[in-house]
């Protein structure tokens, strides 16, 4: 048996604790906000925080998050206005928004790090996530923006 | 029933103004006349003396409808409920459509909701969400939707205070008795509006565009904005049913291969996997049907796949084994260098190349392409008792509905489509294998079933873009004057999927700027030589308008450098004088595709080529002294009916590696919605085009794609794309007929990247991707 602890919430999970938390997140707690992209670590899209730091849920098993607090794009923000969902509506950043939980996600843990990143520690930082859109130029001014306080 | 999704986040059943859905809040408009399928192409609009365009809508299956008994409901409180009927795969078309009917109808955007129709083409009209088609075939039925629903309430509050039609007026969302101030809102007058005919459309009075509160300003967001940002939008692969259970398919490694055996000893150990059942496969030419293999039925998706990789498995690969995509390319070059079929023949090309001055020539390549939506094809299916519902992000819904029946042997009217948001499609969710096979698992077992490709599912077994050899020669005379041209086109035929004896371009495709070259030459020869397709070929958003272009737009730039010639001028001589072209009068065109729309409506007009390749020349500064590496590269194309033309300034440093400091533009697509979305699908081509200019290709050997994930299918990363995209729309008014505009800005992107690479290295790129060709 799995306990987990995601958005302030406890949780169980009584199957196979090498299943990677990304599964067990949308398919057996339906925290459906989280995506799948790659299943390898590739592309950014089921990031989540672990503890605050920003990681790729298809990488890390159910049983080795232990007791660490996983936050998702659902538990972000108790009324979704943290600044980077501001600034990412804002700038209407979304095409088809699919990646896009997991490039705020990625933001918003980069923020909490660096609140004034230069543009070159933007473009590290968000280097691991992959729209296929092309929302690229949006992303930027996004996280720019609530950078510079919305 | 079976479908429920956690509550407040998501109501998929539909509420069809019309059906059982709310009835007690919301006040229902229904028909008193037959929902009429406007044919729009005859219609004429007399309100302000503005004729409609003739469009080919009426030719798709299920037409357009126009009526507002169908897409509208008014809540007896006021809040509007407006159907979208196309799918959102991100160019904004489920707001944007809406929109239109909302402007037209006078109604206040904020209290407007709008609800996704189900995939039934029949009742909605046609919903394939593909050919930039939506805006074209949809503005005009909408703005008499909106307009029908605007007199209808007008003419309610007229019949309430008992004065003349003309005494009142409909204003954002209430009707003014203009003689006495009196006002009513359309909460208010729901319910005697609804009882009224929708009027005829000759009666339709059409708002002056002059007093467009919404349409042409970019200032609506797109629905699903708030949701998308905090996790609760719903894709295809978010549907939930009660009971579900999860499946990874294996499937045949070369495509047409069939299953021999298995062997699930081990699977069926791996904790969480529940059954093993096999997914019969179809013949080839495989069509939409499903690939077939081995599913992996579990708990949840990673328990599925971790028993996946337990199977053993003994394939027959089948008639596609050999498929090695370096021995083609050999092959389709060869084919390139003969002669073909003739599909334009223009004066005497031939002849002129042979009297030519000089004749230049080049060939290109341009290597399959995966599409590689962010969300893998996925569905969601639940059979039973003789009924199937499904959760797809379908394209085609239409056609996934029908063929759902076919294969699981039930009439059409016991099957339901929900359609979900898409999360990113260009062109791989028109095939609806994956939601088929989400329905035969379900037929199999009997609890619903969520079918997710992994992403080496989705490289592997795509249905790709074509690959293609494309061969220009051309003729110039003593003063550099372009007399001839000839230009051969190989690749393999995306109509393969469908017929598998067909080894020519199919009219859809050669009509993607290859036999509608406008270009001013007197002798123009197109040949497409035969290619038969060893993959599923699908539609890669603009299709073969990549190679076309890619391959037009980079020989003009050599033959500027061939015959010393500014690249620009070259393009726009090549253009030529303001001409308007018809393409079916072009020698030996036939069966001209037009994007399904007539020539008397959109016919070839080089005024507009030239004047867009003009707008981005003057923006980016054409001819201007640059920095040490920098060049500037253009190019221009129609597709899908509009006119794009992209500037590109690259910067090369001494390592060969690319920087795009800047991307310039141009957009005619006649009247247009929405300027803020036409904004974010020109930024997302340009990201696109860097992509499969500079990195994406798809391999194969021995019948395999030799891709599996983004490490060795590679797309483009927020540091390698030019962030700085700057879009030009012409501005058109009602008089300009609608044209396409989610897939045309990408066919000019890469020839404009690589003929800017060329003027800041001398190095021709020929074939694509770039890779490591720049490298020193």
Redesign the interface.
């Known amino acids: 048996m799995v306990t987990l602890r995601v958005n302030g919430q406890d949780y169980t999970y009584d ?2 604790p ?3 938390l ?3 997140l ?3 707690l ?11 670590g ?2 950014g ?1 089921c990031t989540v925080h672990l503890d605050g730091a920003a990681l790729r849920s298809c990488l890390l098993e159910v049983g080795q998050v232990g007791g660490k607090e996983v936050v ?3 538990g ?2 108790p009324d ?1 206005n943290h600044p980077v ?1 501001v600034a ?2 804002e700038t ?1 950043a ?8 997991g490039q ?1 996600m990625q933001a918003s843990a980069l923020l909490a790090s660096t609140p004034k990143p230069t543009q070159e520690q933007i ?2 930082a ?15 001014e996004a996280i720019n923006l609530a950078s510079a306080g919305v | 029933m079976t479908h429920m999704f956690k509550s407040g986040i998501f109501n998929f059943a539909p509420i069809p103004p019309g059906s059982v859905a709310n009835m007690s809040r919301r006040f229902v408009l229904k028909g008193f006349v037959a929902a009429g399928t406007l044919v729009v192409g005859t219609s004429f609009l007399p309100g302000k003396g503005r004729a409609d365009w003739a469009t080919g809508a009426a030719l798709m299956p299920g037409g357009t409808k126009n009526n507002p008994h169908l897409f509208i409901a008014i809540d007896p409180s006021g809040e509007v409920t407006i159907i979208a009927n196309r799918e959102e795969m991100g160019t904004g078309i489920k707001t944007s459509l809406p929109m239109v009917v909302a402007d037209e109808m006078e109604a206040d955007w904020s209290r407007v909701h709008v609800q996704q129709a189900t995939g039934d083409n029949e009742k909605w009209g046609n919903q394939d969400t593909d050919g930039s088609r939506s805006v074209r075939h949809w503005v005009q039925p909408m703005r008499q939707c909106g307009a029908a629903m605007r007199m209808m309430l007008e003419q309610a509050a007229a019949t309430r205070w008992g004065v003349e039609l003309s005494s009142v007026k409909a204003e954002n969302h209430r009707v003014v008795n203009l003689a006495t101030g009196e006002i009513a809102g359309y909460g208010e007058l729901a319910a005697a509006a609804s009882a009224l005919p929708m009027p005829p459309v000759e009666a339709l009075q059409l708002k002056n565009p002059r007093d467009f509160r919404y349409i042409g300003t970019g200032s609506i967001q797109i629905v699903d904005l708030y949701d998308i940002t905090v996790g609760k939008a719903v894709y295809g692969i978010d549907a939930k049913m009660p009971g579900m259970k999860f499946a990874v398919i294996a499937r045949p490694p070369v495509v047409g291969g069939k299953l021999v055996s298995y062997d699930a000893t081990e699977t069926l150990k791996v904790p969480g996997v529940e059954q093993v059942v096999v997914v019969p496969g179809a013949t080839w030419p495989l069509k939409f049907r499903p690939l077939g293999g081995v599913a992996v039925i579990a708990r949840n998706t990673g328990s599925a796949i971790k028993g996946r990789e337990q199977l053993k498995i003994v394939w027959d690969d089948g008639p596609n084994a050999s498929y090695d995509s370096v021995a083609f390319r050999s092959q389709m070059e060869a084919s390139a260098g003969q002669p073909g079929l003739v599909v334009r023949d223009d004066g005497d090309a031939e002849g002129a190349l042979k009297s030519a001055a000089r004749v230049i020539s080049a060939t290109y390549y341009i290597p399959h392409l995966a599409h590689a939506s962010m969300e893998p094809p996925t569905a969601t299916a639940h059979v039973t008792n003789g009924t199937c519902v499904a959760y797809v992000p379908a394209q085609y819904p239409g056609g996934c509905h029908d063929d759902l029946a076919a294969v699981l042997g039930i009439p059409a009217s016991n099957v339901t489509v929900n359609l979900t948001l898409l999360g990113g499609a260009f062109g791989r969710k028109c095939n609806w294998d994956f939601a088929l096979e989400a329905a035969l698992l379900s037929k199999a077992t009997g609890v619903p079933i969520k079918v997710v490709w992994t992403r080496e599912d989705d490289l592997q077994h795509d249905s790709y873009h074509t690959v293609s050899v494309e061969r220009i020669d051309a003729g110039v005379d003593t003063n550099g004057r372009v007399v001839a041209w000839r230009h051969r086109s190989v690749a393999p035929s995306l109509w393969s999927t469908f017929d598998g004896s067909q080894v020519h371009e199919h009219p859809i495709e050669l009509g993607m700027g290859f036999v509608d070259n406008p270009f001013d030459i007197p002798n123009l020869r197109c040949e497409n030589p035969a290619c038969a397709a060893h993959v599923r070929i699908g539609w890669f958003r603009s299709v073969s308008n990549i190679p076309h272009a890619f391959a037009i737009q980079s020989f003009v730039a050599e033959l500027a450098a061939a015959t010393g010639r500014d690249p620009r001028d070259m393009l726009l001589e090549l253009i030529g004088p303001d001409r308007v072209l018809d393409p079916t009068k072009f020698r030996g065109v036939t069966n001209f595709w037009n994007y399904g729309d007539p020539v008397s409506t959109y016919p070839i007009e080089t005024g507009r080529l030239r004047r867009v390749t003009e707008i981005v020349a003057e923006q980016i500064g054409w001819g201007r002294t640059l920095p040490k590496g920098h060049g500037l590269g253009i190019a221009a194309h129609r597709s899908f009916l509009s006119y794009i033309a992209t500037a590109v300034e690259v910067a090369v440093d001494d390592k060969g590696n690319i920087t795009i400091p800047r991307v310039d533009t141009a957009v005619d697509c006649g009247f247009y919605i929405n300027p803020e979305r036409i904004r974010s699908q020109v930024e997302g081509a340009a990201v696109q085009g860097t992509a499969l200019a500079k990195n994406s290709e798809i391999t194969f050997k021995n019948g395999r794609a030799q891709q599996s994930n983004f490490d060795g299918y590679l797309l483009a990363r927020i540091n390698e794309v030019p962030l700085n995209v700057n879009v030009h729309i012409v501005p058109a008014d009602w008089n300009v007929p609608s044209s396409g505009l989610g897939e045309p800005p990408l066919p000019p992107f890469a020839p404009a990247l690589c003929n800017a690479v060329f003027a800041a290295t001398g190095k021709r790129i020929r074939s694509l991707p770039i890779g490591n060709q720049l490298a020193t």
Not at chain 1, 30 to 40: E, M, P, S, W
Not at chain 1, 94 to 101: D, F, K, L, S, V
Not at chain 1, 127 to 135: A, E, V
Request: proline share 3%; aromatic share 8%.
């Open positions: 199957g196979d090498s299943v990677p990304l599964w067990v949308r398919d057996e339906g925290l459906t906000g989280t995506k799948f992209g790659c299943g390898i590739l592309c899209a998702t794009i659902e972000l923000s979704g969902q990412w509506r209407s979304p095409q088809c928004g699919y990646c896009h939980a705020i473009l590290a968000m280097d691991g996530n992959i729209c296929r859109c092309g929302c690229y130029q949006r992303i930027n």
